[in-house]
């Protein structure tokens, strides 16, 4: 067995399980690379999309389902200016956590959230209880590697990962892929406009590897439904075709896609930025890309 079979067999069989049923209504996102809005932080452009989109899901009722890279530290060594920078999105953040419509999944970029002492050390600066009567919704910093959303009165489950599970040097070596973008590549990025070769999101080849492995692996085990992210390829399958969804990325140009499931169909999204000539303001606007369909045609 590989050790990318290894990896994402091992993801599955300790993943968080979810139930879902017909009611359920719930967005994913992942990659927004949350940074400290300098030259370097990607998702600053979009940031008013997003949260513009947040408060809409969250008036909805829907779970908010991050799948991943939600934060950039590889590029930052603190969190402090990360949480300064975008204080009011973590506040959206935490409004879906005290509804308990909130799953957080650690991708390579975010990977110092797998360490639950990393994240309480986290959660006891930022996050402290102002008293003891808000002890009980303080904001639950817990991530996961992976879910399993399982349909009621199903066998059927949906698997969700970030990705990087098929991407051995971003699992495996990430420290390593830190390091240099951490301290060469973005450098390299404002001098020279060299794109970060430890990302498939940046690397056409290393983006149709991870597919690759992805997908045999899915075949491998029964056509297994999975969305993921990390590629910031978004992918929407055709009914019959291997069901690997992608939901892009929140830093696309002037854009952030995503996936929503809602009355057990699912669908690609697009929020986006446009100028109405009319009244001379911006407006933000959602797009249905691929969908809705029928999840069971997946399954």
């Known amino acids: 067995m590989s050790i990318t079979n290894e990896i994402l067999n091992r993801a599955f069989k300790n993943a968080k399980n979810v139930n879902i049923n017909k009611d359920s209504k719930i967005i994913f996102f992942s990659d927004l690379h949350k940074g400290d809005n300098s030259y370097a932080d990607d998702f600053r452009y979009n940031m008013t999309v997003h949260e513009h989109a947040l408060q809409d899901y969250f008036k909805k009722e829907f779970t908010y389902i991050e799948i991943g890279d ?82 009621e009165d199903t066998d059927h489950k949906i698997f969700i990962l970030h990705g990087h599970q098929a991407d051995y040097m971003n699992y495996v070596h990430w420290k390593f892929n830190r390091f240099f973008v951490r301290y060469f590549w973005k450098y390299m990025q404002k001098w020279f406009g060299i794109s970060d070769p430890t990302s498939p999101a940046k690397n056409y080849s290393g983006l149709i590897k991870v597919e690759k492995k992805l997908n045999k692996w899915i075949v491998k ?37 995503g996936i ?28 249905i890309l691929e969908g809705p369909t029928d999840l069971e045609k997946f399954l």
């Open 221 to 257: 085990n029964n056509n297994q439904m999975i969305i993921c992210g990390h590629t910031h390829r978004p992918r929407f399958p055709d009914p019959g075709d291997i069901p690997h969804f992608n939901d892009g990325s929140c830093v696309h140009p002037n854009s952030i896609i």
């Open 70 to 151: 939600g934060v950039e530290l590889w590029e930052n060594k603190s969190f402090a200016p990360i949480y300064q920078a975008y204080k009011e999105s973590f506040e959206l953040l935490k409004l879906f956590q005290q509804k308990e419509r909130l799953f957080l999944l650690w991708g390579n970029h975010d990977m110092e959230f797998r360490d639950p002492i990393f994240v309480e050390k986290l959660r006891n600066q930022f996050f402290l209880p102002k008293n003891l009567a808000e002890k009980n919704i303080l904001f639950n910093l817990k991530y996961y590697e992976s879910l399993l959303l399982n349909i």
């Open 260 to 287: 929503e499931i809602v009355n057990l169909k699912i669908s690609l999204i697009k929020w986006y930025e446009i100028r109405n000539t009319k009244t001379n303001k911006n407006e933000i606007k959602k797009v």
